[in-house]
């Protein structure tokens, strides 16, 4: 199946820093990329869509300035957590279609943030 | 936007038994369906999906249903093994050329004792 990575798979940071996380399809272009955020013990829940090219989409309540996305490239998304807490110790798993219309999302192997 | 509700929460079956864990939509235009498995720690993976256009869907154990008529769909786990053991989730999206955001279900922790 396809492969989508994610870098780092664990990070720790003081609270007030800001931390980067990448999402890398390794064997196909994707022109969207999907962020969730799951708390432990609960499910996934979506942050935003990233749009290659463009402008992210946001779900209700998930603050644009805070968790700013980037898609440069069809093989990239970054997301950029900004001004760390510690509510926002969490994982977060990017996943990509591998085409558009399979259905199919792939998944990277999510970034476990703890934040001090 | 959509809702998907997923039951039991937590469920226990011995080994070699059936296991099944129901799920319901709220939006009627949903038309895929899929289920993930993931391990303690680690990324969801795909186990069994389903389109709207068809009502059920076999892979060697692992089977799903989907009644559009009422919005809800089941995986059916059939000869559990240990392995099995993970927590389970249901999902559901609307395919667009946009790609698929997926609505996910709120888990269901399998266990699957000797």
């Known amino acids: 199946g396809a492969v989508v990575s994610q870098h780092p798979s664990w990070v720790i940071c003081k609270s007030g820093t800001s931390v980067k996380i990448e999402c890398r399809s390794l064997?196909?272009?994707?022109?969207?990329m999907f962020w969730y955020r799951q708390f432990p013990k609960q499910s996934l829940m979506l942050m935003a869509t990233?749009?290659?090219?463009?402008?992210?989409?946001?779900e209700q309540g998930v603050e644009k300035d805070k968790f700013l996305i980037n898609h440069a490239s069809l093989t990239l998304s970054t997301l950029t957590v900004t001004s760390a807490h510690p509510e926002d110790s969490s994982f977060y798993i990017c996943?990509?279609?591998?085409?558009?219309?399979?259905?199919?999302?792939?998944f990277g192997e999510g970034s476990r943030l703890t934040v001090l | 936007g959509e809702n998907v509700e997923q039951h039991p929460s937590t469920l226990s079956v011995q080994e070699g038994d059936s296991a099944v864990i129901k799920c319901t939509y709220s939006?009627?235009?949903?038309?895929?369906f899929p289920w993930y498995k993931q391990e303690l720690g680690k990324r969801p993976q795909l186990i069994i999906d389903?389109?709207?256009?068809?009502g059920e869907k076999k892979d060697q154990r692992i089977a799903v249903t989907l009644n559009k008529t009422a919005k809800h769909f089941s995986l059916h786990i059939t000869e559990t093994q240990p392995e099995d053991s993970a927590v389970y989730f249901c999902?559901?999206?609307?395919?667009?050329?946009?790609?698929?955001?997926?609505?996910f279900g709120t888990g269901t922790q399998l266990k699957v004792e000797l």
């Open positions: 996943s990509a279609p591998r085409t558009v219309n399979t259905g199919e999302l792939f």
């Open positions: 064997d196909f272009q994707a022109t969207t």
């Open positions: 990233s749009n290659e090219g463009s402008k992210a989409t946001y």
């Open positions: 939006d009627s235009a949903s038309n895929y």
């Open positions: 389903i389109r709207s256009n068809v």
């Open positions: 999902a559901a999206s609307i395919l667009t050329g946009g790609g698929n955001k997926l609505t």
